[in-house]
């Protein structure tokens, strides 16, 4: 009924509408006609260039061997009951296949199905997602004239979900070329096409609807989204413009019901184009390491470091021996330039970091308590480096235990052997320690807790009560509507806090 009462209204829409035209043309108004606005009209068509292009399309096809899991248990008897020995031979047989040739227990054949492209038609180079040929035993392409060949795993990148495939063709095959995805626009007609739901061959047309995309997949996240249709069988698929060049690679979309709701999200060629030439060089990718753990620079942090707006990298701590401690970088430095780039917000660091040169010599624009310093960093390798990144710890003389005292909600004390067995706080942890914080406080508002250490307030080392106490009257006499801690958990990892002091 809703579909009938929809229907009808558009009937009698179109209705009315015509009947406007037909009105303005008997009275003779042709200015009223000309100031109509047109509607947005797509693409007349898109045949020629999907015909040009579908030979250069290839379904991926994929098998592996799993292990079935036995769906029944074995069923326990007592030890020399006459059932032990019937049962023990029943599901013997039953793993062994006796039991029908799916029978539980025995390894099986499982296929899956997928997009992809080639790129180097002479050297039978073809572009997929790194999760359709995950774990794959076999991989075939098929082509669209119906041929299929073998294909090879030449490297993949499970952090940007690529793959570079190889075949060995008899004929040069149809290829197609990367386009600069840097200057797609929203609202840019593009064109999909690939294998959804084993369909191959199938062309979709949609717009692009963001860019810049952060789905929370990976580091390196940036991606295009469309309204073209993708489905399941679409992953490591084209995402053409208008002029037939990739600037994108389908690999995911957001669907609560499996199927197209038209969100969709491509990896950008700009993205791809320098992981598939380093698979395509050395198997593998090699890309460039700081060494750093970052955190968002948000409005209050921000403020709280007189900062004239949020950009840059917050760093939150600072890998020992690596290449941003080799050049002195510091926590609570903000980057907010690298290799002569301004660095817009936290996550686009890694990106810019990955894609520059191992060994490279970069300039890294910091801002350290309001100064902006430059410094200069040869980087590292992100693959060689160490997969927890930690910071180097302090051992400072400790002071003489002092009164608890208390500020901005949070009860304080100098760290001493009590506190540390209290909280199962590490030695290398060194500050002022958080022991109680009062409800609905500032400091609870960010989930600062019993346990904490405060290493800093405002950039500024702080060794006891009395120093974070200091600190705080001297953000207010400045003006300050937070102040700027440096937290360490008991486990000594570091994150960075702005807590209110107004009305303090």
């Known amino acids: 009924m809703a579909l009938m009462f929809a229907s009808k209204h558009i009937a009698r829409g179109a209705g009315a509408a015509l009947a406007a035209v037909v009105a303005l043309s008997l009275t003779g108004s042709p200015a009223a006609l000309a100031q109509t606005p047109s509607p947005v009209q797509g693409p007349a068509s898109v045949a020629d260039l999907a015909e040009k292009l579908a030979d250069a399309v290839v379904n991926i096809s994929t098998s592996q061997t799993v292990k079935a899991q036995r769906s029944i248990p074995l069923p326990q008897v007592p030890e020399g009951s006459p059932f032990q020995e019937f049962f023990e031979e029943f599901f013997n047989r039953q793993q062994q296949g006796e039991g029908g040739e799916d029978g539980d227990g025995q390894p099986r054949r499982v296929q899956s199905l997928g997009s992809g492209f080639v790129i180097d038609g002479k050297e039978g180079i073809i572009i997929t997602n790194n999760h359709v040929i995950e774990g794959a035993d076999e991989i075939t392409a098929n082509f669209n004239d119906g041929t299929k060949l ?3 795993l030449i490297g993949k990148d499970e952090k940007t979900d690529l793959a570079v495939l190889k075949v060995t063709p008899e004929k040069e095959l149809t290829s197609v070329s990367f386009g600069d995805s840097d200057k797609i626009r929203v609202g840019d007609w593009v064109m999909a096409i690939g294998n959804p ?3 191959g061959g199938t062309v979709t047309v949609g717009i692009v609807s963001a860019r810049n995309r952060d789905i929370n997949s990976g580091p390196y996240d940036n991606f295009i989204q469309t309204d073209a249709s993708i489905n399941r069988g679409n992953s490591g698929g084209p995402l053409f413009d208008m002029n037939g060049n990739v600037i994108g690679i389908n690999t995911a979309i957001i669907s609560p019901s499996g199927g197209s ?3 969709g999200f491509a990896i950008p060629a700009k993205t791809a184009t320098s992981v598939i030439a380093q698979l395509r060089e050395f198997g593998e990718t090699r890309r460039g390491w700081l060494g750093v753990r970052i955190q968002e620079v948000t409005d ?5 470091l007189g900062m004239d707006k949020a950009i840059g990298a917050l760093v939150a701590g600072v890998t020992e021996d690596g290449p941003a401690a080799k050049a002195e970088i510091l926590p609570g430095d903000v980057i907010v330039e690298f290799d002569g780039k301004e660095v817009p917000s936290m996550r686009d660091l890694p990106r810019m970091v990955a894609d520059t040169e191992i060994g490279k010599a970069v300039d890294v624009t910091v801002l350290r308590k309001g100064e902006r310093v430059k410094l200069q960093v040869t980087l590292g390798r992100l693959e060689e480096a160490e997969a927890s990144e930690g ?5 400072p003389a400790k002071p003489a235990p002092e009164a608890v005292s208390e500020v901005l909600g949070m009860k304080l004390a100098t760290l001493d052997d009590a506190l540390r067995q209290k909280f199962q706080i590490d030695a290398g942890v060194e500050g002022v320690a958080v022991t109680e ?9 960010k989930r ?3 346990g904490d250490t405060i290493k800093e307030v405002a950039q500024e080392p702080v060794k006891t009560p009395q ?4 600190q705080i009257e001297k953000l207010k006499k400045d003006g300050r509507k937070s102040a700027l801690l440096l937290l360490a958990n008991p486990t000594g990892e570091l994150r960075f806090v702005p807590v209110r002091i107004e009305d303090q």
Do not use: Y
């Open 197 to 199: 739901f084993g369909l």
């Open 437 to 445: 914080v009062t409800a609905g406080s500032a400091a609870e508002e």
């Open 448 to 450: 600062v807790q019993a």
């Open 467 to 470: 120093d974070v106490i200091a």
């Open 261 to 263: 709701i038209g969100i």
């Open 391 to 395: 910071e180097g710890t302090e051992t």
């Open 300 to 304: 209050e942090i921000a403020e709280s």
């Open 150 to 152: 073998k294909a090879e």
